[in-house]
């Protein structure tokens, strides 16, 4: 499985960005999907997943400024961020995992900034 994310960039704090994950490959059904970040000089931390049935899970530091949501017919995964904090700065890592198989992208920057 290959995972191809866009969609980061520069944003004022409180502003929203939504980020994009399409998946190609041998997608499985019953896959979890997912987004980490990573903060300069800290290390990768889960924010949110999604299950192949729309079952969901954030993070504290997310949860209600956060949405994740799927598009099974296009393979792809999405992350919207709403009321962003410079604290959501971060290379944001779309993830995709079936079994022992787990794959990462190859991390979008999320800057939150005035």
């Known amino acids: 499985v290959q995972l191809q994310a866009s969609g980061g960039g520069l944003v004022q704090p409180g502003g929203s960005l939504r980020l994009s994950c399409a998946a190609s490959?041998?997608?499985?059904?019953?896959?979890?999907m997912g987004w980490y970040r990573q903060a300069p000089g800290k290390e990768r931390e889960l924010v949110t997943t999604i299950t192949s049935d729309g079952g969901t899970a954030y993070a504290v530091a997310v949860k209600g400024r956060f949405t994740i949501s799927r598009d099974n017919a296009k393979n792809t995964v999405y992350l919207q961020m709403n009321s962003l904090k410079p604290e959501d700065t971060a290379v944001y890592y779309c993830?995709?995992?079936?079994?022992?198989?787990?794959?990462w992208g190859q991390g979008t920057l999320v800057t939150v900034s005035s």
């Open positions: 993830h995709y995992g079936f079994s022992l198989y787990a794959t």
């Open positions: 490959g041998s997608i499985l059904s019953g896959n979890l």
